[in-house]
């Protein structure tokens, strides 16, 4: 049989931590404007590698040529790699001087 003493404790709580995964860090990609890669072609890239529809690559299109870069995308390290390594694989195959790069959001 247990005694009330037992019942009463020490007064300590034990608390259950779950351990906090920290998120990992996003990065902004983004499109630098040059003055010889044609404005179709970099509509055509937003549309294929982003996701985008004609309207919202057309308006992005239109910042990175009036502003001289535009964040395309914000995506973990991989994914903007890869997004970035896609980009300037396709501009390199036609020709065009496209840049694309990362930084750390």
């Known amino acids: ?3 009330d003493k037992d019942d009463e404790g020490d007064g300590a ?3 259950e931590v779950k351990p906090r995964t920290k ?3 996003l990065y902004k990609v ?3 404007n040059d003055d010889y ?3 179709e072609f970099v509509v055509h890239v937003l549309e294929r590698f982003f996701g985008m529809n004609h309207a919202q690559a057309f308006e992005i299109m239109l910042t990175v040529h009036k502003k001289g870069l535009a964040v395309v ?3 973990s390290h991989e994914i903007a790699e890869t997004k970035v390594t896609q980009v300037m694989d396709r501009a390199r195959q036609h020709q065009h001087p496209l840049q694309c790069t990362m930084e750390r959001e």
Do not use: Y
Request: net charge positive.
């Open 73 to 75: 995308g914000v995506f």
């Open 37 to 39: 890669t044609p404005m």
């Open 30 to 32: 983004m499109l630098l």
């Open 23 to 25: 998120r990992p860090p």
């Open 1 to 3: 049989m247990m005694s």
């Open 13 to 15: 709580v034990i608390v």
